[in-house]
């Protein structure tokens, strides 16, 4: 077990060196953040020369790679070029409100795709199966940003019931949650239905009702637990689909996450902000899936984790 | 069953055993959803090959007097524009037909050249194991961890927007899960008796690998491709819809959603219309997929 985690560890370093130096030379493939914030006003050389002495970019890249690597170790991913504020205080404050809206999803995801799935497992083959495969269907054909404008249409424009866009108060997360637990759902669904399926027919499912147990005791208790493994762990795989679908609702709803933070650094050519983002986000993958793999063992003890 | 004497042969019940095509065929027809998704590609295609015959006007073209003309069968809707008109006054029907082919040729590259990355890379990390299987899987590990949407962004602010740097972005980052799914396939491969007997019997790891593996994958692979390319043209759309990716002239149903954004309070139907377009070709692709998998794997068919 520990040979394992230390194993996965070192993948993670590796896999963390690979983003860093992915995101450092696109980066900076992309332009030069001096002549984009002086954009307009003509500037001289000298100026544009000085900022970005300012800004340490006349170091040659191998220095300011090396800089921002030990930035990493250290946790200081410097200050953002444009606003000058410390880098991770910045990506943490809107990492809160982008994991807000990732929970509202996962949780109205996870309410509508578990019955779903439970009754087109029971169900299997009937009318009440076809629809919750439809339901699921549906699920995961929705462009979310499509189904985010038809919600506000319907529910913001028309009903006045939750605003437009923003993010104060509860009733501004309604929307957004649902238009990503809807498209979580549809995956989520098809999945509990599956393993559903499968453990509803195994022997010992046949035993807990010979021996007197009750159909919806049996359902939840014996079969739902061990059909609820397969989907953590599609969860964990999901979990970089959820993030870019977070991105663009973000967009959709004038959400101040994480998503509008990167967009709008790349636009500026905020080097610090973009580098810091995309290698705090792909560690959060990582970690989750390594959460989700080490989940195993506790779920199901016959699991043993090793090589 | 030509190895069968003759003389046994009518001794023995030997039903006719029915050709490949026509297995297919007959699960088709009996798989409501595959059927479904079949017409729903077939019209999505016919719709891309033809759509210079069967749109009813210039999809580029507009009369500002026309714009935002509500569909036909609304009060005030003109029966020349079936879904109504767009902000600057184009017909959304033939925007709308025209639209399907920007889907297609992405969706469809983008998916062609993640096989074209992945398969070989999932082959040789199955078959050879060790070093080659690191290398190349932590590679994979790579793509999968940095975030799909935000990799689109950089690559895309990197080369600016355009077809065909999106099939690239799109094709690079889904190497890696078909990779993966090939990979696991081919240990499993690997270890059943005939592929072991070939080895001994002295088959080059070349020709295992194109002999026995390939033919085995190909099945997978077909279905992991054609649900990619539902999702490419979903991530399409939804690059388009941040204004990353295409050029606003070509009609893309992306881009069309996102301009109906303004107008949505007074003109619905250009954000509705093209979105239930590309929700039906995702629909479609996913159907498809379904089918195929369940023709391939019959054990998955539930």
Request: aromatic share 10%.
């Amino acid at each position: 077990m520990i040979r394992y985690i230390l194993r996965r560890l070192f993948h993670t370093v590796f896999v963390l060196f690979g983003i860093s130096l992915i995101v450092f030379v696109t980066v900076r493939l992309t332009g030069n953040p001096v002549a984009a914030m002086l954009q307009g006003s003509n500037p001289s050389v000298q100026a544009m020369a000085s900022m970005e002495k300012a800004l340490g970019l006349n170091q040659p890249y191998i220095v300011q790679y090396w800089i921002f690597i030990r930035g990493i170790v250290t946790l200081n991913f410097g200050t953002s070029f444009v606003t000058g504020q410390p880098v991770l205080p910045m990506i943490l404050s809107r990492l809160g409100a982008t994991a807000l809206l990732a929970v509202g999803g996962i949780v109205v995801g996870v309410l509508i795709a578990i019955p779903v799935g439970i009754i087109s497992a029971i169900r299997y083959g009937t009318f009440l199966d076809v629809l919750g495969r439809g339901i699921s269907l549906l699920g995961i054909s929705f462009p979310n940003y499509w189904l985010a404008t038809m919600l506000i249409l319907i529910f913001s424009v028309d009903l006045h019931w939750f605003p437009v866009a923003g993010s104060e108060g509860f009733s501004s997360l309604v929307l957004p949650s649902f238009t990503l637990g809807f498209i979580l759902a549809g995956i989520l669904a098809r999945l509990v239905r599956t393993s559903m399926l499968e453990t509803l027919g195994s022997q010992y499912i046949v035993t807990a009702r010979a021996k007197g147990l009750t159909r919806w005791r049996v359902i939840i208790v014996h079969a739902l637990r061990n059909a609820l493994l397969p989907t953590i762990t599609f969860m964990g795989i999901q979990f970089g689909g959820l993030l870019g679908g977070v991105v663009i609702l973000e967009e959709v709803f004038s959400w101040p996450g994480i998503g509008r933070l990167v967009l709008t650094a790349v636009n500026e050519r905020d080097y610090p902000v973009v580098q810091a983002s995309v290698l705090l986000l792909s560690f959060l993958y990582i970690m989750v899936n390594l959460a989700v793999d080490l989940s195993y063992a506790f779920l199901d003890p016959r699991i043993r984790i090793g090589d | 069953m030509s190895s069968i004497p003759e003389t046994r042969r009518s001794v023995l019940y030997t039903p006719r055993v029915p050709s490949r095509f026509s297995r297919v065929l007959w699960n088709l027809l009996g798989n409501q959803g595959g059927l479904t998704g079949v017409f729903l590609v077939t019209l999505v295609f016919v719709c891309a090959i033809f759509a210079p015959w069967i749109s009813p006007h210039n999809p580029t073209a507009g009369n500002i007097l026309n714009r935002l003309d509500p569909p036909a069968w609304m009060a005030g809707g003109n029966p020349t524009f079936p879904l109504g008109t767009d902000p600057v006054g184009r017909d959304l029907l033939s925007r709308i037909i025209f639209g399907s082919r920007i889907s297609l040729y992405i969706g469809l590259l983008s998916t062609l050249l993640s096989v074209i990355i992945g398969l070989p890379a999932g082959l040789l990390a199955g078959y050879f194991a060790g070093w080659v299987d690191d290398v190349i899987m932590r590679i994979a590990d790579v793509f999968f961890a940095f975030p799909f949407i935000l990799f689109a962004i950089l690559v895309l602010a990197l080369f600016g927007p355009g077809v065909n740097n999106l099939v690239l972005v799109l094709g690079i980052s889904g190497w890696a899960g078909l990779a993966r799914v090939v990979r696991s396939q081919v240990l499993v491969l690997k270890e059943l008796d005939y592929v072991k007997a070939a080895s001994t019997y002295g088959a080059t790891p070349g020709g295992v690998i194109l002999r026995h593996l390939l033919p085995n994958v190909w099945g997978i692979v077909l279905v992991v491709s054609t649900l990619n390319i539902g999702i490419n043209i979903l991530l399409t759309s939804a690059l388009s819809f941040l204004g990353l990716g295409l050029d606003p002239i070509i009609p893309d149903w992306g881009g069309m959603i996102a301009s109906g954004q303004l107008y949505m309070t007074t003109a619905w139907w250009v954000d509705a219309f093209p979105g239930i377009a590309l929700m039906l070709t995702v629909l479609g692709f996913n159907l498809v997929g379904d089918w195929i998998r369940d023709v391939v794997d019959p054990t998955m068919s539930r």
